[in-house]
């Protein structure tokens, strides 16, 4: 059975009419197939024998496969008529009947060669939450023969779906539909009870890998798993798909998107969150295919700056990356409309659409906020200068997300900035003053965390902030010594300096979470990379890294090269 858009032929002289496809029947055929509509059938029974033996009769003669669409009442609803392979459904509403409650519809349709029920009979009672389906097999003499059917199968540990059974013939006891039905939405009622009382939203996490690096792409779904805690989301499945490449119109492949849809139903699962940023299209064209929203990194990145940003700075920021961000969605939201936009034939009017008036007031926005945040870095490079001729050198504390800076920043300057195991704790840049021996001062200064692939438009949202680092005298690279992917966390966040123009800046690698490690790991990193080995948490070897950097920074030379007297 093939889901769908389908023929649907009008209602004439008030009788109803059947679906699908009718072309070539004869007006005594059609006439048998609307008399369908007068059967009943017992509302416990999957479908009565002689409903059965109506429905093979006339798949026999026509050679085509014939459904029913029967209500909790044993009613017919629709009558469908398909090809010997498969038949389509009526639009009796694509979108979900509701997470504790199914149709009240069942679907019972013929098989021409009594095969067992299709992917697509199974898809379409998950996609449409039918009651059931049942598929009778048509005889050589036309007579119904076995009977398979299926129900869904709320969230289990076995990761099934449906149940699937086979009945010899249509002719022996049938289990009680009734009573399964309601066992079943009982059991929906109660996950869905319970999942109401945590109150957070439920997601799926998609990840696809192109390159082949399935390490890699498992890191970065870790991560993304972490990204989804840190917005306040519930992680009930993650999945990684390798392809050699991506489909430009789901990304992922169709067959995938379907079993998450399943997966998402069981499971009610409000969100999917795809690991790789989706074009406006990809993400559209999901959204219409599940009827779930849908979320891409970026878009989870910019929500937790959006709950993290304290300041009216930090707010202003991260509005200006969403606008930039949903912009291009906004444009490509209705192309026949952008079309018409040009003007001439189907373009004049009584003037701007919504849609057009939308994206002007985007622009708009987006043009005052870069003012305000111009305005801001102006009042930034008037604070640096004022601090330059007082000849005060400064340190910037820069990492991955969640190294340890601000908890690091905490210790050495005994500040109170908020430190959490989470991502993006803290954005707003933060400056202390540190006395280093001998009567030396600096400033020290906490910026908001990196992560691989930062969104671009943040980047250029903050730049305000960032341009603390141009003016910095050394950079302390923090880095979670005991995160398997240091390394990649490492490459990432010099990628960043290097795209900011800060390669050349001096910079002191500091491991910080040290005490996670064996004391030997801990020495060959050191030998390899450099750098000081501390703990910003339990405040150890905080001292060597001060007198490190006090080297660094007032070394013979130094303070020349620094501007610092």
Request: aromatic content about 4%; charged content about 30%; hydrophobic content about 40%.
């Amino acid at each position: 059975m093939g889901r769908g858009t389908f023929n649907l032929r009008a209602r004439r002289n008030g009788l109803k009419e059947i679906y699908g496809n009718t072309l070539g029947l004869k007006s005594s055929e059609q006439q048998r197939l609307r008399n369908t509509f007068r059967r009943r059938v017992d509302p416990r029974e999957i479908v009565s024998a002689e409903l059965a033996r109506h429905l093979t009769e006339l798949s026999h003669e026509l050679n085509r496969q014939v459904g029913v669409l029967i209500n909790r009442k044993g009613d017919i609803e629709h009558v469908v008529v398909g090809n010997a392979h498969k038949l389509e459904l009526p639009d009796i509403g694509r979108a979900r009947a509701g997470q504790i409650r199914l149709r009240g519809l069942r679907l019972v349709h013929t098989h021409l060669k009594s095969e067992p029920l299709t992917k697509d009979d199974l898809t379409d009672l998950a996609l449409l939450r039918l009651d059931c389906v049942a598929a009778v097999g048509v005889g050589n003499d036309g007579l119904p023969g076995v009977l398979h059917w299926a129900y869904l199968m709320p969230e289990n540990g076995s990761g099934e779906f449906w149940h699937v059974s086979t009945l010899p013939s249509v002719h022996g006891e049938q289990p009680d539909l009734l009573a399964t039905l309601d066992a079943l939405e009982e059991e929906l009622n109660r996950k869905a009870a319970a999942r109401t009382v945590s109150g957070r939203e439920r997601a799926i996490l998609v990840a696809v890998c192109l390159d082949g690096n399935r390490a890699r792409a498992e890191s970065s779904l870790a991560e993304l798993k972490e990204l989804a805690r840190t917005a306040g989301v519930e992680v009930v499945d993650s999945v990684l798909q390798m392809k050699r490449e991506a489909d430009p119109r789901y990304l992922i492949g169709r067959g995938k998107l379907e079993d998450l849809n399943l997966r998402s139903m069981q499971s009610m699962v409000d969100l999917l969150i795809f690991d790789k940023d989706l074009t406006p299209s990809q993400g559209r064209h999901i959204g219409d295919a599940t009827s779930l929203k849908i979320l891409d990194r970026t878009q989870l990145i910019l929500d937790i700056f959006a709950q993290r940003a304290q300041t009216a700075e930090g707010k202003l920021q991260v509005e200006l990356a969403q606008l930039k961000y949903r912009l291009p969605r906004l444009v490509q939201g209705d192309d026949s409309l952008s079309r018409l936009m040009g003007g001439g034939v189907g373009g004049r009017g009584p003037g701007e659409t919504k849609l057009e008036i939308d994206r002007r007031r985007v622009r708009e926005r987006i043009t005052n906020l870069e003012r305000r945040i111009d305005v801001i870095s102006r009042e930034r490079s008037v604070r640096r200068a004022q601090r330059n001729r007082r000849e005060v050198p400064v340190i910037s504390i820069v990492g991955y997300t969640n190294a340890g800076k601000s908890t690091l920043l905490n210790a050495i300057t005994n500040a109170e900035v908020l430190a959490e195991d989470k991502l993006f704790a803290t954005l707003d840049p933060t400056s202390r003053r540190l006395r280093f021996p001998q009567e030396r001062e600096v400033i020290i200064t906490d910026t908001v965390g990196f992560i691989r692939d930062l969104p671009k438009d943040l980047v250029a949202a903050f730049r305000a902030t960032l341009e603390e680092l141009y003016d910095a005298s050394l950079l302390l690279h923090v880095v979670d010594a005991g995160d398997p992917a240091r390394d990649d966390q490492v490459e990432a966040v010099e990628k960043i300096l290097e795209s900011l123009g800060l390669a050349e800046k001096p910079r002191l690698m500091v491991w910080n979470k040290a005490d996670q490690l064996p004391a030997d790991e801990v020495e060959a990193l050191l030998r390899s990379r450099g750098g000081v080995a501390i703990s910003a948490a339990k405040r150890e070897g905080l001292a060597t890294l001060l007198a490190k950097a006090d080297t660094t920074l007032f070394a013979e030379g130094a303070s020349e090269s620094m501007g610092v007297m």
